[in-house]
């Protein structure tokens, strides 16, 4: 069966806008990107009132942009420097669904070496489900820029992955950390051994990065290397942080690090923030002692704060902070595989409206390349909150607007402005 899907902007004005709905004077030109034999992906211009059962008033554009799909496709589209692909990778215990995973490779027919890209964990486990690889895709465009193909992989138990979730560490008294892990790195090993075939990947340099647990498990598969891995990157490592600066068995956890630096000689990069409340900069030096102590070679980077937790510092707001130090890195060990990077996406050529604060017209673009799903939150005080690589609208909606109301506390008013819609046929 062949599935049409179309993931159109949505512009809403908040109740307390008085706003005549208008035309875009720039309409975006009906253009089509080619999917997967699965999926097709329009780009369509439309005007529409909608009507809503929530407390303002919607006079919207529906304008469809080159947002992506749940369902990402092969996604051609003239005069991209990228290529952005959804992937299903059989692994042992993830039975036919296979692993979740994305692909970010240059737009050209090469093979190009592999980046093997894999995410954290969040503290509430009822947060698991609703996790996919796009929120990882704008760090993976920055390395596919770089001349890598990335694939992110969504391991057993997290978002639309096959299989159970069998990472659990157990009870703090008794945390099995080198186990969960390792857990994590069987599968780890299993895709890449399959992407290893796949023609757009280079089997003979490959790099491992992760953060948070998914920086971990790039430290246990650095100790336990699959064919042709060269380095690897951990942004964040560690387990078992269970609220703001609470971490489950710390000595336990150090112990699982100086576990792995007995066999790993994989040159790494480190990196962690001065203020992660995850793994503070004091716990990640304990880290880094008891891994390099046992014989790993790592390169350790404390970073500077990056906003209310650096635990964060790999997202997109961060990509200015952390490239740098990957790109020296790389060069150190002759991983450098352009002189200059591949151009940035272009986004859809949508002006944001004139109603917006200025602060966000200016980001309007960028937000319009984020991946599905997302939603933006404008509140009457001149903030605005924004989330994307949601599994659903409605989740993407409901984080924007608890973005939106941190930075316009305590007395703004917060109301979804954009978001992107599926629709499916």
């Known amino acids: ?18 706003w005549q709905t208008r035309r875009t004077q720039n309409p975006v030109a009906a253009r089509p990107c080619g999917f997967d034999p699965l999926l097709r992906h329009q780009l369509t211009d439309c005007v ?67 980046v093997l890209m894999t995410h954290g964990s969040p503290r509430d486990a009822s947060e698991r489900a609703g996790m996919t690889p796009f929120a990882l895709q704008p760090q993976a465009i920055e390395f596919a820029r770089r001349g890598w193909t990335v694939v992110v992989v969504m391991r057993r138990g997290f978002g639309e992955s096959g299989g159970s979730y069998d990472e659990d560490a157990h009870a703090c008294g008794r945390a099995d950390f080198v186990g969960a892990t390792e857990e994590a790195v069987a599968q780890l090993r299993d895709a890449v051994a399959y992407l290893s075939k796949r023609p757009e990947v280079d089997a003979s340099r490959i790099i491992g990065v992760g953060v948070s647990t998914g920086g971990m498990a790039m430290v246990a598969l650095s100790a336990d290397p699959p064919p042709g891995l060269v380095s690897a990157i951990s942004f964040a490592g560690g387990r078992g942080s269970q609220a703001p600066d609470v971490v489950c068995n710390a000595d336990l956890l150090v112990d699982a690090f100086g576990t792995f630096g007995k066999h790993s000689r994989v040159p ?92 966000l017209r200016a980001e309007f673009s960028r937000y319009l390349l984020l991946p599905p799903h997302k ?51």
């Open 1 to 18: 069966m062949k599935i049409t899907a179309t993931f159109p902007i949505i512009i809403r004005t908040p109740e307390w806008r008085n």
């Open 268 to 359: 790494m990069l480190w990196v962690y923030s001065q203020n992660d409340h995850f793994f503070g900069p004091q716990l990640a030096q304990r880290f880094y002692h008891a891994f390099t102590i046992a014989g790993g070679n790592a390169s350790f980077v404390l970073a500077p704060p990056f906003r209310k937790d650096g635990h964060a510092l790999f997202s997109v707001d961060g990509i200015p902070i952390w490239t740098p130090m990957v790109d020296e890195f790389l060069k150190s060990q002759n991983l450098a595989l352009r002189e200059a990077l591949l151009p940035p996406l272009e986004p859809p050529k949508i002006d944001a409206p004139s109603w917006f604060p200025a602060n």
């Open 48 to 114: 529409r009132v909608e009507n809503s059962n929530r407390n303002w008033s919607l006079r919207a554009y529906r304008l469809a942009a080159l947002v992506g799909a749940l369902f990402l496709c092969a996604c051609h589209a003239a005069g991209q420097s990228v290529v952005i692909e959804q992937l299903r990778i059989p692994v042992k215990g993830a039975g036919s669904l296979g692993l979740d995973a994305l692909m970010v490779r240059p737009n050209d027919s090469t093979a190009h070496p592999l």
């Open 375 to 425: 939603a933006l939150a404008i509140s009457d005080n001149g903030h605005h909150g924004f989330a994307y690589g949601r599994r659903t609208v409605e989740d993407a909606e409901k984080k924007a607007l608890e973005n939106c109301r941190e930075f316009a506390a305590p007395s703004g008013k917060c109301a979804i402005a954009v978001r992107d819609e599926a629709v499916t046929r």
